[in-house]
């Protein structure tokens, strides 16, 4: 079956420790997401991805880092700059500019810093 | 983009009645989509709207569209205690627009 697979599904993370979440997707979409989820709140873009090789800030992006080298893949990395990086992370895919068809989303993996 | 704002914000409701929830948005649309999110788990799409449809149905879903109002209203007939989640409404301008979620409604149905 196609989706979206996210990994870890928990991940806990030392203070000053980078860490890095991955996403795969055999959709064979274009475009890729990742959005933030706090307790109770909607989902905050961090980053996206048009296109291999290219990806742009989302309204969250300052501790993040991303990576687009394959078009399956687009693991993110919180870095130790990210001050309060627990909560809940969803990857997601899209054919762009395709107006039929909506969002496929991974099942989230939570970070937790201890 | 755009967020959709849903209201309620939650919602309680027996098992077997109908449960509606709202959107509105404040700019013109391509389309828009709702989403359902269970408990610990990532968006399911349920249902997408063009601009031009006033409604559209899937299932136990009904959608309808008031692009005068700016607004969108999701039906969920004969709920089901599975039917628990929070849904989100997306608004989109269509191409390569990100979609921006808001709080979502957080539909609770008892058994």
């Known amino acids: 079956d196609g989706g979206i697979t996210q990994s870890p599904k928990y991940l806990f993370r030392k203070e000053g420790q980078n860490v890095t979440l991955s996403c795969e997707q055999n959709l064979n979409h274009d475009a890729m997401y990742w959005y933030r989820q706090d307790p109770g709140q909607g989902l905050r873009l961090i980053y996206y991805s048009q296109i291999v090789n290219d990806f742009q800030k989302g309204d969250i992006a300052e501790g993040y880092s991303v990576s687009r080298e394959k078009k399956e893949s687009f693991p993110l990395t919180v870095t130790s700059a990210q001050k309060n990086p627990t909560a809940f992370y969803l990857c997601?895919?899209?054919?762009?500019?395709?107006?039929?068809?909506?969002?496929?989303f991974g099942s989230g993996t939570r970070l937790t810093v201890v | 983009s755009q967020q959709g704002e849903e209201d309620p914000q939650a919602l309680s409701i027996q098992e077997g009645e109908n449960a509606t929830m709202n959107c509105s948005y404040k700019t013109s649309i391509n389309n828009l989509q709702w989403y359902r999110q269970n408990s610990g788990r990532g968006l399911v799409h349920l249902i997408l709207?063009?601009?031009?449809?006033r409604e559209k149905h899937s299932g136990r879903l009904r959608v309808t569209l008031d692009t005068s109002k700016k607004s969108s209203s999701l039906l969920i007939t004969a709920s089901r205690a599975a039917d628990t989640a929070s849904y989100f409404c997306a608004p989109s301008q269509g191409g390569s627009e990100k979609l921006v979620f808001g709080k979502g409604t957080k539909l609770t149905v008892n058994p």
């Open positions: 997601a895919s899209s054919i762009p500019g395709h107006t039929n068809y909506g969002y496929t």
């Open positions: 709207i063009r601009s031009n449809e």
